[in-house]
């Protein structure tokens, strides 16, 4: 990105790859909620070095105002950011130094201040004289979407939601940019700004078009300001002076002191896209609005138009031809399932591509939420701690990458991707999208893709267990191409009918979900059960490592025999006490023999809504009827929903993961309490229940008195009260 403001875009070299973390500190009442403190950034200096070897020119690096000066710019801590900077001097990255992202400054000013856009010049100068080499700065980030949560919809301080408090939020961070521009420019004379803003479009019904007009005026109301052609001829200047009471003398400083973007920077998200209808019985209460004169309902088009497929490409050609500068796409991020990731991404990239080809001035694609992010399920206004995995997953406070990751090493080196799952469509693209009665508006439409090759399909065993066929309904709600297969259609311990399989269906992977699941009576069925549960994973393991495809399969607590008090990590020593932990012991050992790169998943005590046998439903069964219900109370285990168990292995297989992982949803209980929980959760009255020893139900495999298992993995699914709380739920539904 060297000079990048003077440089043309040549032919159809593709854009560069840049990347940024999700660093915002936004106030809520009179708290401060910092997601780099929340993805552990600020104690990970090897953060820089990770994302340097994704290839990434150029990183949106905070250094925060609230965070370094949250007194004055003089008294402020520069350790951390001056150790950051210098390190990726040093990488040979180029910082785009961010100040203020969605925050409204320290508690000493804020969004409605009228000393915000001083101060925080103040402290632009203080950055810039202490990094006299940093030539690209972001000071505020999306003032218009700040503006909107804060003074609009009441999300972020100052709590606002009237136009005027949306007026003041957006002038003092558009006033606040100019000045911060000229301090900086005072001491490094090439600073370039680089000004991001959420981009979307809006359509509307016939008698909503006026609104939908005016929305998409007020979207480039940042970058009008900053550009200074915000004057008595602009679309919004009436609605400013009667509406939001601005000043006319207010909204002309800025054509008196224009600050023009170097780079227009883009974030764009599935979300940006809205669709206007004032019949509120088609929608959710929750979606209902208006303007103070007419009510309707706001959702994204995605969700209702038909052949609306989202994407940014028809955006950048907007902004080029509104302000004719250089364009950088500053945040790509989708919070979905991986292969949804993975293809948001590589859509935002080809239409970047596309772009250029045209004559576009597209610099970059950012990889955004490198760490990924907290919270924006909530907007930010609570700590739920939800969190959505990006280019690195950091749960547990470690960094694993993601296949994000690995597709961004693809782009930066001008490699063709190949993962198999880009085939497919992503889910703005796919006929379930729609949430609401469709709407045909064949203006809205955007250029659909041609018939790319059939997608590679990802192979099932076990089309007649819970397991197996919770793969395949999920796949289908994750749009990924699957077969389901059952014993008559694959022997998975016959070598040649695996070699044929695989040579018939061409999968990228395979996932077995068979196998002998009858503990007790395991032990008079020996050989069935080795030959399902040891033979057939170590046949199918074989047969794949030969075809270069992927493959996971499952193993069980039961390897373990339970004499120790700590949940088991993936690296304890196996001890099965019974046939059948016998079988899946030495299917692990044979699967990792012969495929190295396999993924083995142990796991424990199912549940789910989809299965009326499984151990939740049949104590909600028989308590729910006063009926007596006996669970042990001296066995100890951890408890697993099928669902989060199935999207966690299908993210793992798209991640290219390897080894042993323990996946279940974490906390160890025994039998009676798990009964409790869910009757807890249920409302389900548990007097009928009978906590006993488990010597009195009847078992005639042995198992261990303790068989939680822990994770040392950068890894983990949802805790299990609310998992119990999601299964409840669904199956009352």
Same mark, same amino acid.
């Given at each position: 990105?060297?000079?990048?403001?003077?440089?043309?875009?040549?032919?159809?070299?593709?854009?560069?790859?840049?990347?940024?973390?999700?660093?915002?500190?936004?106030?809520?009442?009179?708290?401060?909620?910092?997601?780099?403190?929340?993805?552990?950034?600020?104690?990970?200096?090897?953060?820089?070095?990770?994302?340097?070897?994704?290839?990434?020119?150029?990183?949106?690096?905070?250094?925060?105002?609230?965070?370094?000066?949250?007194?004055?710019?003089?008294?402020?801590?520069?350790?951390?950011?001056?150790?950051?900077?210098?390190?990726?001097?040093?990488?040979?990255?180029?910082?785009?130094?961010?100040?203020?992202?969605?925050?409204?400054?320290?508690?000493?000013?804020?969004?409605?201040?009228?000393?915000?856009?001083?101060?925080?010049?103040?402290?632009?100068?203080a950055v810039a004289t202490r990094y006299p080499w940093v030539t690209h700065y972001t000071p505020v980030n999306e003032p218009l979407t700040t503006a909107r949560f804060s003074g609009l919809y009441g999300h972020w301080y100052p709590h606002g939601r009237?136009?005027?408090?949306?007026?003041?939020?957006?002038?003092?961070?558009?006033?606040?940019?100019?000045?911060?521009?000229?301090?900086?420019?005072?001491?490094?004379?090439?600073?370039?700004?680089?000004?991001?803003?959420?981009?979307?479009?809006?359509?509307?019904?016939?008698?909503?078009?006026?609104?939908?007009?005016?929305?998409?005026?007020?979207?480039?109301?940042?970058?009008?300001?900053?550009?200074?052609?915000?004057?008595?001829?602009?679309?919004?200047?009436?609605?400013?002076?009667?509406?939001?009471?601005?000043?006319?003398?207010?909204?002309?400083?800025?054509?008196?002191?224009?600050?023009?973007?170097d780079i227009v920077g883009i974030n764009h998200y599935v979300t940006s896209n809205r669709f206007l209808d004032e019949r509120l019985e088609r929608y959710p209460p929750d979606t209902h609005g208006g303007n103070g004169r007419e009510r309707y309902a706001?959702?994204?088009?995605?969700?209702?138009?038909?052949?609306?497929?989202?994407?940014?490409?028809?955006?950048?050609?907007?902004?080029?031809?509104?302000?004719?500068?250089?364009?950088?796409?500053?945040?790509?991020?989708?919070?979905?399932?991986?292969?949804?990731?993975?293809?948001?991404?590589?859509?935002?990239?080809?239409?970047?591509?596309?772009?250029?080809?045209?004559?576009?001035?597209?610099?970059?694609?950012?990889?955004?939420?490198?760490?990924?992010?907290?919270?924006?399920?909530?907007?930010?206004?609570?700590?739920?701690?939800?969190?959505?995995?990006?280019?690195?997953?950091?749960?547990?406070?470690?960094?694993?990458?993601?296949?994000?990751?690995?597709?961004?090493?693809?782009?930066?080196?001008?490699?063709?991707?190949? *993962?198999?799952? /880009?085939?497919?469509?992503?889910? #703005? %693209?796919?006929?379930?999208?729609?949430?609401?009665? &469709? !709407? +045909?508006? @064949?203006?809205?439409?955007?250029?659909?893709?041609?018939?790319?090759?059939?997608?590679?399909?990802?192979?099932?065993?076990?089309?007649?267990?819970?397991?197996?066929?919770?793969?395949?309904?999920?796949?289908?709600?994750?749009?990924?191409?699957?077969?389901?297969?059952?014993?008559?259609?694959?022997?998975?311990?016959?070598?040649?009918?695996? *070699?044929?399989? /695989?040579?018939?269906?061409?999968? #990228? %992977?395979?996932?077995?979900?068979?196998?002998?699941? &009858? !503990? +007790?009576? @395991?032990?008079?069925?020996?050989?069935?059960?080795?030959?399902?549960?040891?033979?057939?994973?170590?046949?199918?393991?074989?047969?794949?490592?030969?075809?270069?495809?992927?493959?996971?399969?499952?193993?069980?607590?039961?390897?373990?025999?339970?004499?120790?008090?700590?949940?088991?990590?993936?690296?304890?020593?196996?001890?099965?006490?019974?046939?059948?932990?016998?079988?899946?012991?030495?299917?692990?050992?044979?699967?990792?023999?012969?495929?190295?790169?396999?993924?083995?998943?142990?796991?424990?005590?199912?549940?789910?809504?989809?299965?009326?046998?499984?151990?939740?439903?049949?104590?909600?069964?028989?308590?729910?009827?006063?009926?007596?219900?006996?669970?042990?109370?001296?066995?100890?285990?951890?408890?697993?929903?099928?669902?989060?168990?199935?999207?966690?292995?299908?993210?793992?297989?798209?991640?290219?993961?390897?080894?042993?992982?323990?996946?279940?949803?974490?906390?160890?209980?025994?039998?009676?309490?798990?009964?409790?929980?869910?009757?807890?959760?249920?409302?389900?009255?548990?007097?009928?229940?009978?906590?006993?020893?488990?010597?009195?139900?009847?078992?005639?495999?042995?198992?261990?008195?303790?068989?939680?298992?822990?994770?040392?993995?950068?890894?983990?699914?949802?805790?299990?009260?609310?998992?119990?709380?999601?299964?409840?739920?669904?199956?009352?539904?």
């Amino acid at each position: 990105m060297r000079g990048a403001a003077a440089r043309q875009p040549s032919g159809d070299a593709a854009p560069e790859l840049w990347g940024g973390v999700e660093c915002t500190i936004n106030r809520v009442r009179d708290r401060w909620f910092s997601q780099l403190e929340r993805s552990g950034h600020l104690q990970r200096e090897s953060d820089l070095d990770a994302f340097a070897a994704l290839g990434v020119r150029a990183l949106r690096q905070p250094v925060l105002w609230e965070q370094v000066a949250p007194d004055e710019a003089q008294d402020g801590d520069w350790a951390w950011a001056t150790r950051r900077l210098q390190r990726l001097r040093a990488l040979d990255i180029e910082p785009i130094v961010g100040l203020v992202h969605h925050g409204s400054g320290p508690a000493h000013t804020s969004l409605v201040s009228p000393c915000f856009p001083a101060k925080l010049a103040a402290y632009a100068g203080a950055v810039a004289t202490r990094y006299p080499w940093v030539t690209h700065y972001t000071p505020v980030n999306e003032p218009l979407t700040t503006a909107r949560f804060s003074g609009l919809y009441g999300h972020w301080y100052p709590h606002g939601r009237d136009p005027a408090i949306f007026w003041r939020a957006l002038h003092a961070q558009c006033r606040g940019t100019v000045l911060a521009m000229q301090a900086i420019r005072a001491v490094q004379p090439d600073a370039r700004l680089v000004q991001t803003d959420d981009l979307g479009r809006t359509w509307s019904t016939p008698r909503l078009a006026h609104q939908a007009a005016f929305n998409n005026q007020l979207r480039w109301l940042g970058w009008d300001l900053l550009c200074g052609t915000v004057d008595p001829g602009h679309a919004l200047w009436s609605w400013l002076l009667d509406v939001c009471a601005a000043r006319p003398d207010e909204i002309l400083w800025f054509a008196a002191h224009p600050c023009p973007p170097d780079i227009v920077g883009i974030n764009h998200y599935v979300t940006s896209n809205r669709f206007l209808d004032e019949r509120l019985e088609r929608y959710p209460p929750d979606t209902h609005g208006g303007n103070g004169r007419e009510r309707y309902a706001d959702v994204e088009a995605v969700r209702v138009l038909e052949g609306h497929a989202g994407g940014i490409g028809a955006l950048l050609g907007e902004a080029w031809a509104r302000y004719g500068r250089p364009i950088a796409v500053t945040e790509v991020h989708l919070h979905a399932p991986r292969e949804d990731q993975l293809r948001w991404l590589w859509d935002s990239w080809q239409a970047a591509c596309a772009a250029r080809r045209e004559g576009i001035d597209v610099r970059a694609v950012t990889v955004w939420a490198l760490l990924g992010s907290r919270d924006w399920d909530g907007l930010l206004t609570q700590h739920s701690d939800y969190y959505e995995p990006g280019a690195f997953d950091v749960r547990n406070g470690r960094r694993r990458p993601t296949a994000i990751a690995r597709l961004a090493r693809d782009l930066a080196a001008g490699d063709a991707p190949g *993962h198999p799952v /880009l085939s497919g469509p992503g889910w #703005w %693209a796919r006929p379930e999208r729609l949430l609401h009665p &469709r !709407v +045909d508006m @064949a203006e809205a439409r955007n250029a659909a893709a041609g018939p790319g090759a059939p997608a590679r399909p990802l192979l099932i065993t076990g089309a007649s267990g819970t397991l197996g066929r919770a793969f395949a309904r999920i796949c289908i709600a994750r749009g990924l191409a699957h077969r389901l297969l059952d014993r008559a259609a694959l022997d998975i311990a016959d070598p040649a009918a695996v *070699h044929d399989a /695989l040579a018939r269906w061409q999968p #990228w %992977a395979v996932v077995n979900a068979a196998g002998y699941v &009858r !503990v +007790d009576e @395991a032990e008079r069925d020996h050989a069935r059960c080795f030959r399902e549960n040891s033979d057939g994973p170590a046949t199918l393991a074989a047969g794949c490592a030969r075809a270069g495809v992927a493959f996971a399969t499952f193993s069980s607590d039961l390897v373990f025999d339970g004499a120790g008090d700590a949940p088991y990590l993936e690296d304890a020593a196996v001890a099965p006490l019974s046939v059948y932990g016998e079988s899946k012991a030495r299917a692990e050992s044979r699967v990792l023999a012969h495929h190295p790169a396999a993924l083995v998943v142990r796991t424990s005590a199912f549940f789910g809504p989809w299965d009326p046998h499984n151990f939740v439903s049949c104590a909600l069964r028989a308590l729910g009827q006063g009926a007596p219900f006996a669970a042990a109370e001296d066995v100890t285990v951890s408890p697993t929903y099928v669902p989060d168990l199935v999207h966690a292995c299908l993210d793992l297989l798209v991640d290219g993961e390897s080894g042993v992982w323990h996946l279940t949803n974490g906390q160890p209980v025994t039998w009676a309490d798990f009964a409790r929980r869910a009757a807890a959760a249920a409302g389900t009255d548990a007097r009928s229940l009978r906590p006993c020893r488990a010597d009195g139900l009847g078992w005639v495999a042995r198992r261990p008195r303790y068989s939680a298992l822990g994770t040392s993995r950068v890894f983990a699914m949802p805790g299990l009260d609310d998992a119990i709380l999601r299964c409840v739920r669904s199956m009352a539904a």
